[in-house]
Nanobody, 123 residues
Framework: QVQLVESGGGRVQAGGSLRLSCTGS????????MGWFRQAPGKEREFVAV????????YYANSVKGRFTISRDNAKNAVYLQMNSLKPEDTAVYYC????????????????WGQGTQVTVSS
C-alpha cells in the first residue's frame, strides 16, 4: 500500500509559478506510475500529467502542455509538478495518485490518492 501526501499549493497571481510535491510511503513507490489530477469547484476531476515509473514517458493534458512539467525522484519517493505561466482557470485542488499501469490518463486506473492541495490563481 502507498500513502501519498501533497504539498506546495497556495495562492499566486496569474503568470506566476508554483511547484507541487507529493511524497509517498512504502518501498514499492518506484513501481508505480505517478499522476497529477485536479478538480475545480463544480467540475469533474480531470487529468493533468503522468510520469512512468522509470521517468521515460510523460503525458500532459492539452490545457497544461508547455506550461507544466512533471518529474520524479525515486530515491526520495517523490513526484513533482512544476507549474509556470499559471492562469485563473488552473485554480483547483490538485491530487497526486499512483497507478500500477506503466502510464495512464484514466483516474479509474489509479489505486492510491493523496488528500489534495489547493492552488488558487488570481487575475
Amino acid at each position: 500500500q502507498v500513502q501519498l501526501v501533497e504539498s506546495g499549493g497556495g495562492r499566486v497571481q496569474a503568470g506566476g509559478s508554483l511547484r507541487l510535491s507529493c511524497t509517498g510511503s512504502g518501498r514499492t513507490f518506484t513501481t508505480y506510475a505517478m499522476g497529477w489530477f485536479r478538480q475545480a469547484p463544480g467540475k469533474e476531476r480531470e487529468f493533468v500529467a503522468v510520469i512512468s515509473r522509470d521517468s521515460l514517458d510523460t503525458y500532459y493534458a492539452n490545457s497544461v502542455k508547455g506550461r507544466f512539467t512533471i518529474s520524479r525522484d525515486n530515491a526520495k519517493n517523490a513526484v513533482y509538478l512544476q507549474m509556470n505561466s499559471l492562469k485563473p482557470e488552473d485554480t483547483a485542488v490538485y491530487y497526486c495518485a499512483a497507478s500500477s499501469r506503466y502510464t495512464t490518463q484514466r483516474g479509474n486506473n489509479y489505486s492510491y490518492w493523496g488528500q489534495g492541495t489547493q492552488v488558487t490563481v488570481s487575475s
